[in-house]
């Protein structure tokens, strides 16, 4: 069975500063993975995802993740956060062979400090 | 373009008794999933529904059932409505048909039982 494990609970960041947040998952097949943000008080937006191809992806607001097969992992980093960034960022992961039944992390509040 | 909708937005029950949930998925999509987003968690999956029919089931008692209505909308009931049911309930929609494996989040039904 899979699962996603994000590492840190809560990243207090000053804005301008770079930021990363760790994700690592468990799984013995091929997987897509998924970064979700969580505003207060709204549900999901889908920020990048990984299917095939290049293992780096970007979002249009800055955004960037790299998919490690050998080490199962697929980091989120920024490197100068804003404000607005203050939210909560979700790592999920999908089985080829299941769908798209996603497992999510337990997430990593982002709180950005002026 | 609609994205995904829920109604209600809020809602408050008292143990013991029922509640049903809608979703209407986003132009052009024909999967709904459902969710279940605990205070300071990630959200857990609970069923998915594509072409009316229930797919896949996440680990969630038969109190948790859907339905799926040929216009592609579908419905969460929970019965015997549990203090621990309280949550952020989460519809996703998605296009199997298109091969699309990203998922859009509606706003969620936060449900608070009693």
């Known amino acids: 069975a899979q699962s996603v494990t994000q590492l840190d609970s809560q990243v207090p960041v000053f804005e301008e500063a770079p930021v990363e947040l760790r994700c690592n998952y468990s799984s013995s097949v091929s997987v897509y993975l998924f970064w979700y943000v969580q505003y207060p008080n709204q549900g999901l937006q889908l920020l990048l995802k990984y299917l095939s191809g290049s293992t780096l992806v970007e979002s249009i607001n800055g955004f960037e993740a790299e998919f490690n097969k050998s080490q199962t992992s697929f980091h989120l980093r920024k490197p100068s956060v804003h404000i607005s960034d203050t939210a909560e960022y979700f790592c999920?992961?999908?089985?080829?062979?299941?769908?798209?039944?996603?497992?999510f992390g337990g997430g990593t509040r982002v709180l950005v400090k002026p | 373009d609609a994205g995904v909708t829920q109604s209600p937005t809020h809602l408050i029950k008292t143990r013991g008794q029922q509640v049903t949930l809608r979703c209407s998925p986003k132009s052009g999509h024909d999967t709904v999933s459902w969710y279940q987003q605990a205070l300071g968690q990630g959200p857990q999956f609970i069923f998915q529904y594509y072409e009316e029919e229930e797919r896949q089931r996440g680990n969630f008692p038969d109190r948790f059932s859907g339905h799926q209505f040929p216009n592609y909308s579908s419905e969460l009931n929970v019965n015997a409505l549990l203090l621990g049911d309280s949550a952020l309930y989460l519809c996703?929609?998605?296009?199997?048909?298109?091969?699309?494996?990203?998922?859009?989040f509606g706003p969620g039904t936060r449900l608070t039982v009693t």
């Open positions: 996703a929609s998605s296009s199997l048909l298109q091969g699309q494996y990203e998922q859009y």
């Open positions: 999920a992961v999908s089985e080829e062979a299941a769908g798209n039944k996603l497992t």
